[in-house]
């Protein structure tokens, strides 16, 4: 236990402490320990309040001189400093801590569905990166094809970027035109305006100057399901103006694209496979024969059992080989 005095002085010049303000200060005090006291704090303090007043009536001014000697005892000793230091964060106290969430936080779980969003943004980040959307302004001269009313991003708008021209079939003379379209189905169509929910023109040798006219004639028309152009000479131009016409409201009940056996290129049949699927997943497009594809699907299934018989049959080469030995 340690004794600890307290001497507060307090020297007013002007006037007299009144002992009204004394007793109110010392009432104050005592109230504060009988609070400590009652919410079982284990410090008892003892206040002696030592009031001593002297009045010396010969000095001019009347100068008072108040003391007031606080003196407090058995107060619990502090704490020492090893306890305090016992107290301190030691280095490594998390190695044998238990984990907060054993089985993982909630809050940090990040849901398939989220993660496909990401990829799927990178991917069109990169994809716009690479067409020059949204990237900084090329630094090339501008050439005199060049406008500013279309974005500076715009791949059609770069002068750095070459695109070569599609491939496109056409007559080669009017006599060539008159012969192709002479036949019963161009005519019952296109001359005739015969216009049925199967439109076949198989086999008629039209091209990207014909399908043209084709597609003018019966893409406002609502009856039209199935459309058949195999066995043609349609091409690349072609098939970026038919996919043009089913992506703007074209033909929109049709159901079934009948288009293999053509002149496309890879180009070609990605603007249909990929590009029209986007904006009309209801049509099935197709570009290949079936047979063929059926023919090939079989190929693959027996070609293991194929390699099994020649393996085997050599393995039987080989034993009547060693027996004739």
């Not at 003379?173 to 002479?182: I, N, P, W, Y």
């Not at 039209?224 to 016409?245: C, F, P």
Request: aromatic share 4%; charged share 35%.
């Amino acid at each position: 236990m340690v004794k600890i005095e307290v001497l507060c002085e307090d020297v007013a010049e002007e006037r007299l402490a009144t002992e009204n303000l004394k007793q109110q200060e010392t009432d104050r005090k005592k109230a504060n320990l009988s609070e400590r006291q009652v919410s079982g704090e284990d410090t008892q303090i003892e206040e002696t309040i030592i009031e001593d007043t002297s009045l010396n009536q010969n000095n001019t001014d009347s100068a008072s001189t108040v003391e007031n000697k606080i003196e407090t005892t058995n107060v619990s000793a502090p704490a020492t400093k090893d306890t305090n230091e016992n107290k301190g964060l030691k280095k490594g106290f998390l190695e044998d801590a238990e984990a907060l969430y054993p089985n993982g936080s909630e809050q940090g779980h990040v849901s398939e569905e989220q993660k496909k969003k990401w990829q799927e943004k990178e991917m069109n980040d990169k994809m716009n990166e690479k067409l020059g959307f949204g990237g900084p302004d090329s630094e090339c001269e501008k050439p005199e094809w060049y406008t500013y009313d279309w974005p500076k991003g715009c791949q059609y708008n770069k002068p750095d970027c070459h695109l070569k021209p599609l491939s496109e079939t056409k007559h080669a003379s009017d006599l060539h035109k008159e012969v192709a379209r002479r036949n019963d189905k161009w005519k019952n169509l296109v001359e005739d305006g015969n216009i049925e929910q199967e439109i076949r023109l198989c086999f008629t040798g039209i091209n990207d100057e014909d399908l043209e006219i084709v597609l003018n004639k019966i893409r406002d028309s609502d009856i039209v399901k199935t459309l058949d152009l195999t066995h043609n000479n349609i091409s690349d131009k072609g098939a970026q103006t038919l996919a043009g016409v089913l992506t703007n409201k074209g033909l929109p009940n049709l159901k079934d694209l009948k288009i293999h056996h053509n002149k496309l290129t890879e180009f070609g049949e990605i603007i249909l496979s990929q590009g029209l699927k986007i904006l009309r997943k209801d049509i099935v497009v197709e570009l290949q024969d079936p047979l063929e594809k059926y023919v090939q699907n079989m190929k693959k299934q027996t070609e293991p059992i194929e390699k099994q018989a020649e393996s085997v049959e050599n393995n039987i080469v080989g034993i009547n080989a060693n027996d004739l030995d």
